[in-house]
């Protein structure tokens, strides 16, 4: 089950076993979606074994201001 929105993707997780795996892909897939690093993907535990990725925006604009 996913869920996509323009800045975010919701994902429940049916297997414990490839728990990592699953979110570092999505992770992955999430940060070349929007063009920006895994660090500023931010990950919220938001139910039983499902997960939310959004921007994080407050790294991004730390990195927007020492750049």
């Known amino acids: 089950m996913t869920f996509e929105t323009a800045n975010s993707v919701t994902h429940k997780l049916w297997d414990r076993s490839t728990m990592h795996h699953e ?16 660090s500023n993907i931010a ?19 730390l990195e927007a201001v020492s750049a």
């Open 23 to 38: 979110l570092d892909a999505l992770i992955h897939e999430h940060s070349e979606r929007h063009n920006t690093s895994k």
């Open 43 to 61: 990950v919220h535990a938001s139910g039983p074994n499902t997960f939310t990725l959004s921007l994080n925006h407050g790294a991004a604009n």
